[in-house]
């Protein structure tokens, strides 16, 4: 069974960073795209940054330039190093990984307090 943890979250304050991982297990195959999700209270889950196994990344408009995401694919884990936090950053965030289907974490907090 293909599971996804990640682990990294907690309470910062604003300007602060987190380093977010999300290692997986159970899957004897590298994914495709990898990425990360979050979910504030009260609104819809967004995507936040994404990576092809080619390296490729994408960024929402509101992380671009503070958020960065990698993958080790010997390792099976994607990361998020998130500096500058700010207060809006503040959600749940998921990771997922797409082989032939999505597959999702359990979701990891993270609060920035101004």
């Known amino acids: 069974q293909v599971q996804l943890v990640e682990s990294g979250g907690g309470l910062v304050q604003a300007g602060g960073s987190l380093r977010l991982s999300c290692a997986t297990s159970?899957?004897?195959?590298?994914?495709?795209?990898m990425g990360w999700y979050r979910q504030a209270p009260g609104l819809q889950r967004d995507l936040v940054a994404t990576?092809?196994?080619?390296?490729?990344?994408i960024y929402k408009i509101s992380v671009k330039g503070r958020f960065t995401i990698s993958r080790d694919d010997s390792k099976n884990t994607v990361y998020l190093q998130m500096n500058s936090l700010k207060p809006e950053d503040t959600a749940v965030y998921y990771c997922?990984?797409?082989?032939?289907?999505?597959?999702w974490g359990q979701g990891t907090q993270v609060t920035v307090s101004s």
């Open positions: 997922y990984g797409d082989r032939v289907q999505r597959f």
């Open positions: 159970g899957n004897n195959f590298s994914f495709d795209d």
């Open positions: 990576i092809t196994r080619g390296g490729t990344t």
